[in-house]
């Protein structure tokens, strides 16, 4: 199981972005993924990695303080996404953003089931002033 995550860009101050964060089997064809709690995070040089937004297996959501009001996180279970729509980006929101999630899986051709936590690979998004 592996996450993919994309969207980052460059964006001026006051604009949106929405960024995805897409689960997939090793066997594409042949394993069922669903992606149960997932979590965005950022990291700017020099800081520890915070967290921005998480969502619950029951859709519950919560989000770090400067970003609640601006940003939402969601979950779309038949495309094995989740998303991070960001608006009113300010520059400090500069950071690489990276996807987390506990993902169930079911591989068919083995077969196997189970659920492993995962992260993706960062994009950057960098918001001008």
């Known amino acids: 199981v592996q996450l993919q995550a994309s969207g980052g860009g460059l964006v001026q101050a006051g604009g949106s972005l929405r960024l995805s964060c897409v689960a997939s089997?090793?066997?594409?064809?042949?394993?069922?993924?669903?992606?149960?709690?997932a979590n965005w995070y950022r990291q700017t040089p020099g800081k520890e990695r915070e967290l921005v937004a998480a969502i619950s297996e029951g859709g519950g959501t919560n989000y770090e303080n400067s970003v609640k009001g601006r940003f939402i996180i969601s979950r779309d279970n038949n495309k094995s996404t989740v998303y991070l729509e960001m608006n009113r980006l300010r520059p400090e929101d500069t950071a690489v953003y990276y996807c987390?999630?506990?993902?169930?899986?079911?591989?068919?051709?083995?077969?196997?089931?189970?659920?492993?936590?995962?992260w993706g690979q960062g994009t950057l998004v960098t918001v001008s002033s």
């Open positions: 089997g090793s066997s594409p064809s042949g394993t069922k993924v669903t992606i149960e709690t």
């Open positions: 987390n999630a506990r993902v169930m899986y079911i591989n068919y051709e083995i077969p196997e089931t189970g659920r492993v936590d995962r």
